[in-house]
């Protein structure tokens, strides 16, 4: 086996690894879950806004 073949074994397992990521990621199953994750920043910053009007 050289170095050629060796090279294409990992491409190939890099690319499905990367396929199975993008089939975990889009299932329908985790949807709600990546959705609340994608909010997660902007509702942090919602209560620290309503926060500092609370104490103002």
Avoid: H, W
Avoid at 9 to 15: E, F, P
Avoid at 25 to 53: C, F, G, P, Q, W
Wanted: proline share 0%; hydrophobic share 45%; glycine share 2%.
């Amino acid at each position: 086996m050289d170095m050629n073949t060796v090279r294409g074994i990992i491409t190939l397992l890099a690319m499905l690894f990367f396929i199975v990521i993008c089939i975990l990621v889009y299932s329908k199953r985790n949807k709600n879950k990546y959705e609340k994750a994608s909010r997660m920043v902007l509702d942090a910053e919602s209560n620290e806004n309503s926060d500092s009007e609370v104490k103002n």
